[in-house]
């Protein structure tokens, strides 16, 4: 009895492991059944690269080599030529009792800009009437001294001593003359004010001086006078550019306000520090003024570069303007065309446009890029 137990236990065993097998094998069957087929690779595929039907369809040009001028646009501003500002200085401290010039005014030289009332030519024009009294005084000795000295009443040394007094009695005279000249006063018609003149004919670019005003000896410069005959044009340019520019390059300059007058000028420096924050360089060019020019105008330079580079150029049709950047298609063996970046110049005459980089000379391509490309995308 027992022993049939345990064989239909062990024929139980059996048959529910053959089941599971077979529920394997049949699961596993399913999954090579719904799994997708296995992916092809095409070896050496270039997205770039389309074939399309009856290529001869699509003419082609040659690239033309040109001889170009590096040009590079920039704004700037316009700023008056340090080298040219004169200023206006006092060398009398005191008050301002009239101002007749102001800020932006023409002037010649020798005009009349400011009178000051000062207590310097009060103590210098005093200085001067003493010398002039010490210099009677010693001139009287020296007679007196040579009377006595004829009749042999004083000795030699004593005359040598009185020519000496009256020689240095002379100088402070003229000292204390020139120093009241020097404030700007005549020691022959003294007065507590003084006259600043106009040293240079030009504008008046910069004024530190109002009514009323205290000025400062050698601190103050009331007035900076300009020659804006010749002016200076300030322009930023980009670190990347800055091998396009060159001392002694000729520029280009637009005024804003002018936009149909050019205006020729050179470049005389180019800064030796960067801005950290934009990454640019001042650059600065010379510009002979007119007189429409005015400080703080905004213009635009052109930058011509004295080393001429050979570039290419094709028909504005050959390319293609796709995601913001320039493509023309050349043709390939086989019938198939590559879609190869390039830069853009300026347009050219006669429909041709210039291309910086990508292509060489006497490289050929596509006539009319657009239409292959519109082919393409159907064809895809």
């Given at each position: 009895m027992k022993l049939s137990v345990l064989k239909m236990v062990g024929l139980i065993g059996v048959s529910t492991a053959m089941i599971a097998l077979a529920g394997c094998r049949g699961v596993r069957a399913n999954e090579a059944a719904e799994a997708p087929p296995a992916a092809t690779v095409v070896p050496g595929f270039d997205v770039h690269v389309f074939s399309v039907e009856h290529p001869e369809q699509f003419p082609l040009a040659e690239a033309q080599a040109q001889s170009a001028v590096p040009e590079l646009v920039v704004t700037g501003s316009v700023a008056p030529d340090i080298?040219?500002?004169?200023?206006?200085?006092?060398?009398?401290?005191?008050?301002?009792?009239?101002?007749?010039?102001?800020?932006?005014?023409?002037?010649?030289?020798?005009?009349?800009?400011?009178?000051?009332?000062?207590?310097?030519?009060?103590?210098?024009?005093?200085?001067?009437?003493?010398?002039?009294?010490d210099e009677v005084l010693s001139r009287t000795q020296l007679e007196r001294a040579k009377e006595l000295y004829n009749h042999g009443a004083i000795a030699l040394n004593d005359l040598q001593v009185a020519q000496d007094t009256e020689e240095k009695a002379k100088v402070d005279v003229e000292t204390m003359a020139e120093h009241l000249r020097l404030l700007g006063n005549d020691p022959?018609?003294?007065?507590?004010?003084?006259?600043?003149?106009?040293?240079?004919?030009?504008?008046?670019?910069?004024?530190?001086?109002?009514?009323?005003?205290?000025?400062?000896s050698l601190s103050t410069n009331p007035f900076t006078i300009s020659d804006l005959s010749s002016v200076w044009v300030v322009c930023d340019v980009y670190e990347n550019d800055l091998p396009n520019v060159g001392l002694g390059d000729t520029a280009e300059i637009r005024l804003n306000a002018y936009p149909n007058r050019v205006f020729k000028g050179s470049v005389s420096n180019i800064g030796a520090i960067l801005d950290p924050n934009i990454r640019t360089a001042k650059v600065r060019v010379e510009v002979a003024n007119p007189g429409i020019m005015r400080m703080g105008m905004f213009v635009t330079a052109t930058f011509h570069s004295r080393n001429k580079q050979t570039r290419v150029a094709v028909p504005a049709s050959a390319i293609l303007h796709l995601h913001d950047r320039d493509w023309v298609y050349v043709p390939e063996p086989g019938g198939r065309f590559r879609r190869v970046e390039v830069a853009s110049g300026d347009p050219l005459p006669e429909g041709l446009q210039q291309v910086k980089s990508g292509l060489k000379p006497d490289q050929r391509v596509v006539a009319n890029a657009v239409v292959l490309d519109h082919v393409i995308a159907i064809n895809q």
């Open positions: 080298s040219r500002n004169v200023p206006v200085i006092s060398l009398a401290s005191g008050r301002v009792l009239s101002i007749h010039a102001r800020l932006g005014d023409s002037v010649k030289k020798g005009q009349l800009l400011l009178t000051v009332r000062s207590d310097d030519v009060s103590g210098a024009f005093a200085n001067y009437r003493k010398a002039l009294a022959d018609h003294p007065g507590g004010a003084v006259s600043i003149f106009a040293p240079v004919s030009g504008v008046i670019t910069d004024q530190q001086v109002t009514a009323a005003a205290g000025v400062q």
